[in-house]
């Protein structure tokens, strides 16, 4: 069987950092509320090296190029994960082949929305195990900040701009992506939106007077979707591949909010050791909370590595994957 590796991972996040000391100062919030409630002390904001969601998800194949020798022609294809693309059409898969001078690859974008990286990687490994393509870059960048309504304080402290990326090539034997369980609910459409910009509410005077162009979260709803489902996957998938805590290497959770990542951990049992937590220093980059833990702690995965990647987001998607490293 031919099964998907992960062969290289790249990230970026903009030079400009948001602490939430900034933050209480345009809106009536504190470091304190922030930090007990959510985890967050800081979020890198793009400012200054480039406009879009694409400006960094090109940094960061940059780096998976610069690691590996691999030439832009050399790719054959790329799936950008991304609920804020450069704009609503061309694909911002079609406007990254471009700047990275990406020649032979087909390439499409992909909005589950935190979930949006999972269900990424899930589709292009369909595409190597397949035998159909041989070098697949999964993209996840997401420029939050366009979206982000700095006026309401209980979206705007929750958000960061980042990307992250890996390369994903055949090996054969037990390496590689293993498993994904992936699900949606559409339930979950009328508590986390950004309800105007698409064909049903065209931008229009009144949508920008009702502010509809950006986030809107009802917290609490998301959050107790959000707790049971991640956590129910994540256990799901330990159970059909007979898998204790003590077998996993690493738990690769979405940064949406401290407590879910926590109590996540602990339905799996696992030791917070083993759990990739970033999310005091980035917030909730979208599609890019993955892929950015992932290159954070490249240096230390060892093969044979049992990893579970988990995720909740908007629509509801969710779902969980298991790689061995
Ligand atoms: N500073 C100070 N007070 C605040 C702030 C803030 N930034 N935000 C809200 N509050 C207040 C509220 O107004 C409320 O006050 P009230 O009781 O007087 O009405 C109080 O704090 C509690 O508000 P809750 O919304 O109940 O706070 P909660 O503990 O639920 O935390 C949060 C809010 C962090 C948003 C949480 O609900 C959460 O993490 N939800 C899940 C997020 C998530 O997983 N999203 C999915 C991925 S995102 C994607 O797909 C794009």
Known sequence: KIRA?????????PDYILDNHELSRIVDTSDEWIMTRVGIK?????KGEGKGSSDMAVKAVEEIFRKTGTQPDEIDLVIFATVTPDHVF???????CDKLGIRNAHGFDLNAGCSGFLYALDTASKFVEAGAKKKVLVVGADKMSSIVDYTDRTTCVLFGDAAGAVLLEPGEGEYGVIDSILRSDGVGRKYLKMEAGGSVNPPSHATIDARQHYIFQDGRHVFKYAVSNMADVSVEMMKKHNLSGEDLAWLVPHQANMRII???AERMGLDKSKVMINIERYGNTTAATLPLCLWEWESKLKKGDNIILAAFGAGFTWGSMLIRW
């Open 5 to 13: 590796v992960i062969t290289a991972v790249g990230g970026y996040a």
């Open 42 to 46: 800081e979020r890198h904001i793009l």
């Open 262 to 264: 926590e109590a996540t």
């Open 90 to 96: 061309p694909a911002s898969a079609n406007i990254l």
